[in-house]
């Protein structure tokens, strides 16, 4: 099927609602983004460009939209006003199959880990392969094998996710997001609540990810050693806008209050 | 020692003013306060009317939503991806997992409605009739209606409590960006399996009821298998089996369309998923016994009574 969608994909027309596409190098894009909430504005016209292969991290204390911001990537808001481009095509103007195929492309990993409960590790991971591949039985195994590996838990495919702790969740989640080779992987807070040694196998695995298969990648976080870690590009969220982009090095050395806070540890943001 | 402390620094009235002085002062003091309570029993009722107002329009804008929500089930149930795993998982878990809660319904009930029968009808001397009130009581209305509030209790619950905690854990969002699909998965597997399943289960409860009244029947009178099921059916036409078995096809839907819709949109954590699992129970329980009182209101109109009419 994944195979068949991509097929597709090829031959449809991309669509733009007349707007011109991005350069063929940068993979996803939003422009002037706004997306409101009852009377709350959550995002305030948010821009942003990742380049194929690189990791933009976007940092932020609770409740300034990243959430909101990355669930725009993958379809499942819709902005109120602006435009969301993922690999050509305006994810904002889609619906259905069309849709869909743009989403076979994208890997997500949730801030939970999001596993199907009623599933043991292994049958989360070929629940996705079994729907979106013809591969064999063997080759489904071997490939769930490899990314329960990846993430060091190959001991655990037969357990439920009510018996994994919150780390291990997190780890099966994104075995499971790459179980379908994406070139793009969101990730929601993927070392939030996990200990130093499992933020670096995560974060390195992220690397890792973009480095040996080129996947591009787009972290939201508030973990400032595995955005040190994983990061090209850094944009920082506050009240719905970014206040800075750069390096994470350029932004820890911006003199902006907010950032200061951020950084330094203060009495808004903790440390 | 130390002075009494006064807690009320201004009292009523002077102490040393005349009696006629004291009863004007309380006569005025209490319809004082009879306007100040007359103005906050108008604050209270516009209070009230707001109140029922903003209840009526979230009941509506409910109500639209449930309505969007059927619509879009009409409108996937077509479409691929077909689920027919899931569905006769799902069919298996409204059927044969609900096989002894309706089974020991049935029976209780066909014993107890022999047991409460026999007396009333030997009174009139006809207590021969036994069987075939027995049967039309069954298989008309109490073995639907007793199946589809069963089934509801724990259907209603279970579907809404399971879809809702999904949604709160982001497993059906986990979904829907992995375009698995989760309405085809999730919805339409489980209202399937309800629609199908509800009439087997009916159909169950109407064999073992009517079991049930012979066992009291065979036990109290020594009635014989042969003339119990002879007189049970007498008066029976097969389109009162079919139509009322039948008829549990669209209380399935209304149990699992209400529930899936309920744990769909549950939004907030834990709380909001226990009390649509609450709402998924009485709701369908009310919608069907609404439902059965139009279909009754309908058969009859299209196929008549017993006696034909």
Same mark, same amino acid.
């Given at each position: 099927?994944?195979?068949?969608?991509?097929?597709?994909?090829?031959?449809?027309?991309?669509?733009?609602?007349?707007?011109?596409?991005?350069?063929?190098?940068?993979?996803?894009?939003?422009?002037?983004?706004?997306?409101?909430?009852?009377?709350?504005?959550?995002?305030?016209?948010?821009?942003?460009?990742?380049?194929?292969?690189?990791?933009?991290?976007?940092?932020?204390?609770?409740?300034?939209?990243?959430?909101?911001?990355?669930?725009?990537?993958?379809?499942?808001?819709?902005?109120?006003?602006?435009?969301?481009?993922?690999?050509?095509?305006?994810?904002?103007?889609?619906?259905?199959?069309?849709?869909?195929?743009?989403?076979?492309?994208?890997?997500?990993?949730?801030?939970?880990?999001?596993?199907?409960?009623?599933?043991?590790?292994?049958?989360?991971?070929?629940?996705?392969?079994?729907?979106?591949?013809?591969?064999?039985?063997?080759?489904?195994?071997?490939?769930?094998?490899?990314?329960?590996?990846?993430?060091?838990?190959?001991?655990?495919?037969?357990?439920?996710?009510?018996?994994?702790?919150?780390?291990?969740?997190?780890?099966?989640?994104?075995?499971?997001?790459?179980?379908?080779?994406?070139?793009?992987?969101?990730?929601?807070?993927?070392?939030?609540?996990? +200990?130093?040694?499992?933020?670096?196998?995560? !974060? /390195?695995?992220?690397?890792? $990810?973009?480095?040996? #298969?080129? %996947?591009? =990648?787009?972290?939201?976080?508030? +973990?400032?050693?595995?955005?040190?870690?994983? !990061? /090209?590009?850094?944009?920082? $969220?506050?009240?719905? #806008?970014? %206040?800075? =982009?750069?390096?994470?090095?350029?932004?820890?050395?911006?003199?902006?209050?907010?950032?200061?806070?951020?950084?330094?540890?203060?009495?808004?943001?903790?440390? | 020692?130390?002075?009494?402390?006064?807690?009320?620094?201004?009292?009523?009235?002077?102490?040393?003013?005349?009696?006629?002085?004291?009863?004007?002062?309380?006569?005025?003091?209490?319809?004082?306060?009879?306007?100040?309570?007359?103005?906050?029993?108008?604050?209270?009722?516009?209070?009230?009317?707001?109140?029922?107002?903003?209840?009526?329009?979230?009941?509506?804008?409910?109500?639209?939503?449930?309505?969007?929500?059927?619509?879009?089930?009409?409108?996937?149930?077509?479409?691929?991806?077909?689920?027919?795993?899931?569905?006769?998982?799902?069919?298996?878990?409204?059927?044969?997992?609900?096989?002894?809660?309706?089974?020991?319904?049935?029976?209780?009930?066909?014993?107890?409605?022999?047991?409460?029968?026999?007396?009333?009808?030997?009174?009139?001397?006809?207590?021969?009739?036994?069987?075939?009130?027995?049967?039309?009581?069954?298989?008309?209305?109490?073995?639907?209606?007793?199946?589809?509030?069963?089934?509801?209790?724990?259907?209603?619950?279970?579907?809404?409590?399971?879809?809702?905690?999904?949604?709160?854990?982001?497993?059906?969002?986990?979904?829907?960006?992995?375009?698995?699909?989760?309405?085809?998965?999730?919805?339409?597997?489980?209202?399937?399996?309800?629609?199908?399943?509800?009439?087997?289960?009916?159909?169950?409860?109407?064999?073992?009821?009517?079991?049930?009244?012979?066992?009291?029947?065979?036990?109290?009178?020594?009635?014989?298998?042969?003339?119990?099921?002879?007189?049970?059916?007498?008066?029976?036409?097969?389109?009162?089996?079919?139509?009322?078995?039948?008829?549990?096809?669209?209380?399935?839907?209304?149990?699992?369309?209400?529930?899936?819709?309920?744990?769909?949109?549950?939004?907030?954590?834990?709380?909001?998923?226990?009390?649509?699992?609450?709402?998924?129970?009485?709701?369908?329980?009310?919608?069907?016994?609404?439902?059965?009182?139009?279909?009754?209101?309908?058969?009859?109109?299209?196929?008549?009574?017993?006696?034909?009419?």
């Amino acid at each position: 099927m994944l195979d068949a969608l991509k097929k597709n994909d090829a031959d449809a027309a991309p669509v733009t609602g007349g707007s011109p596409p991005p350069p063929d190098d940068i993979i996803i894009e939003l422009r002037n983004v706004h997306k409101s909430f009852g009377d709350h504005e959550v995002l305030r016209g948010i821009s942003l460009s990742v380049k194929k292969g690189t990791s933009a991290v976007v940092l932020g204390g609770s409740g300034s939209g990243k959430s909101v911001l990355i669930r725009h990537i993958v379809g499942l808001l819709k902005p109120d006003q602006g435009e969301v481009w993922v690999k050509g095509q305006r994810v904002d103007l889609l619906d259905g199959n069309e849709l869909d195929r743009v989403r076979l492309s994208i890997g997500y990993l949730f801030q939970g880990g999001a596993l199907f409960d009623s599933m043991n590790v292994e049958d989360n991971m070929r629940f996705y392969l079994d729907r979106h591949t013809d591969l064999s039985k063997a080759e489904k195994q071997e490939r769930i094998e490899r990314a329960a590996e990846d993430v060091n838990l190959s001991q655990t495919l037969k357990q439920f996710p009510a018996e994994l702790s919150g780390g291990q969740k997190k780890r099966i989640g994104l075995a499971r997001a790459v179980i379908l080779e994406p070139e793009i992987i969101l990730y929601d807070e993927p070392t939030t609540g996990l +200990d130093p040694v499992s933020v670096r196998v995560v !974060s /390195d695995l992220i690397v890792r $990810l973009r480095d040996e #298969r080129g %996947i591009s =990648s787009v972290a939201i976080t508030h +973990d400032l050693l595995a955005a040190s870690i994983i !990061s /090209d590009d850094v944009h920082f $969220l506050y009240e719905g #806008r970014f %206040i800075a =982009s750069g390096s994470l090095d350029e932004i820890r050395e911006t003199k902006n209050p907010v950032l200061e806070e951020f950084f330094y540890g203060t009495e808004e943001y903790g440390a | 020692m130390e002075p009494p402390r006064i807690t009320d620094p201004a009292p009523q009235s002077e102490p040393n003013s005349s009696f006629a002085e004291r009863t004007r002062q309380a006569r005025k003091a209490r319809a004082n306060e009879r306007i100040l309570r007359e103005k906050s029993l108008g604050e209270r009722t516009i209070e009230r009317i707001r109140h029922s107002q903003s209840v009526l329009y979230a009941i509506l804008d409910q109500a639209g939503r449930l309505f969007g929500f059927i619509g879009e089930f009409f409108k996937r149930a077509w479409r691929k991806p077909f689920e027919f795993k899931e569905l006769l998982n799902q069919m298996d878990e409204v059927g044969s997992k609900s096989f002894l809660r309706v089974s020991v319904c049935g029976l209780a009930i066909g014993i107890v409605l022999a047991m409460q029968s026999r007396g009333t009808l030997a009174r009139f001397g006809a207590e021969a009739f036994l069987p075939s009130m027995l049967a039309l009581s069954v298989f008309k209305e109490i073995g639907p209606v007793i199946t589809g509030l069963v089934l509801a209790g724990r259907l209603g619950a279970g579907f809404a409590a399971e879809i809702g905690s999904m949604k709160v854990t982001e497993q059906i969002d986990a979904m829907e960006a992995a375009a698995l699909k989760p309405f085809h998965y999730l919805v339409v597997t489980r209202v399937l399996a309800c629609i199908i399943m509800f009439p087997l289960m009916t159909m169950l409860v109407d064999v073992i009821a009517l079991s049930g009244g012979f066992m009291e029947s065979n036990l109290s009178a020594g009635m014989d298998w042969q003339v119990f099921i002879d007189t049970a059916f007498s008066s029976m036409r097969f389109v009162d089996i079919t139509v009322d078995t039948l008829k549990t096809s669209i209380f399935g839907f209304i149990v699992g369309i209400v529930a899936c819709f309920l744990g769909y949109t549950v939004r907030g954590g834990t709380r909001e998923v226990g009390q649509a699992a609450m709402q998924a129970v009485v709701l369908s329980s009310l919608f069907i016994l609404i439902a059965d009182v139009i279909i009754v209101r309908i058969s009859l109109l299209i196929f008549g009574d017993i006696s034909g009419g």
